[in-house]
């Protein structure tokens, strides 16, 4: 991955799936834009407006308790979307979305987007097969969250997210990481530390980098193997 | 606000690189208690070791010890 000027939207892994020339056909709906970390593209209860394919960077969904505080409870990267559901009907959010890693977006507006599922089957199939994989990816995170420990779902939660923007270098801050295990920077720190002191990764303030990816894998929950980008869509039987 | 650094030691140290910016002394306290009672429920062993072989030391920016205390003190439950 360079510094995203050869990115383009089939670099997003749906919208490489769909037939080339029907992506011909609706490319002119879709623009590459860049977003940068923490900005927020939708808020719980807004209208969505716009679909995000991540080209590069990855987008982080967060359930937002009424204290305020924001627990993650999904990532999007190249491999998925943001915001489909609205081309399908249904058109408010039911969490926050942020940029949790900076990067080229392939960005359409709701409508646009919605008249081509109309037209074309191809799309229709696309979001069918996608929301299966999301929703196999909810259940088993939820069951993640309730069985497997801290640092477990740590490596696990480094693996995939360096899948989704395909690099072993995650430019993230302890904060983000923090939503994600749902407990306090400090204790994101000493877990991100004790991994260093194995080698698995080098930590400094707001960048981790991969070093030993399969002693990462190996400290991972079981998890990671089954939601894998390639692995999960053919254990359902759907093919991108 | 004052710098706290949430160290744990057994042999040799992890050290909290970032620390938190916090009121006071009481407030790095509760913090402690809160960072070790969310590794205690997120972990049965910290760098293979028991915790009770680990204590939390907090230090203050110029690196001096302000309170520490063992880790196998610390109910392991989530804080909430």
Known sequence: ?240 | MPMYYFHLRDQDMVEDIDGTELADIDAARAHAQVVAQELKFETDRFLDEEWSRWSMRVHDEEGQELFSFPMSDVRSDNGK
């Open chain 1, 1 to 240: 991955m360079g510094n995203g000027s050869s990115l383009g939207h089939s670099d997003n892994r749906l919208l490489a799936a769909l037939p080339r020339e029907l992506f011909e056909l609706m490319q002119h709906d879709f623009k590459q834009i860049s977003l940068s970390q923490g900005q927020a593209i939708y808020e719980p209860g807004e209208q969505i407006d716009e679909i995000y394919f991540p080209q590069s960077g990855m987008i982080s969904l967060l359930v937002v308790a009424k204290d305020g505080a924001a627990i993650e409870t999904a990532t999007i990267g190249r491999e998925g979307a943001v915001g489909l559901h609205s081309a399908v009907g249904m058109r408010l959010s039911f969490t926050r979305a942020t940029i949790q890693i900076p990067g080229k977006f392939s960005v359409v507006r709701a409508n646009a987007f919605a008249q081509s599922v109309q037209n074309h089957a191809p799309v229709r199939d696309l979001i069918a097969r996608y929301t299966e994989v999301l929703w196999a990816e909810a259940q088993q995170i939820a069951a993640c969250n309730a069985i497997h420990d801290g640092p477990a779902r740590l490596c696990r939660w480094l693996l995939q997210s360096a899948d989704r923007i395909g690099s072993n270098h995650l430019p993230l801050t302890q904060e983000l990481i923090a939503q994600m295990l749902g407990v306090r920077r400090t204790t994101v720190t000493l877990l991100a530390q004790s991994l260093q002191r194995r080698g698995v990764i080098e930590y400094a303030r707001g960048h981790i980098t991969i070093l030993d990816r399969e002693h990462l894998e190996h400290c991972a929950c079981e998890c990671y193997a089954i939601m894998q980008q390639e692995k999960l869509p053919l254990k359902l039987g759907v093919r991108f």
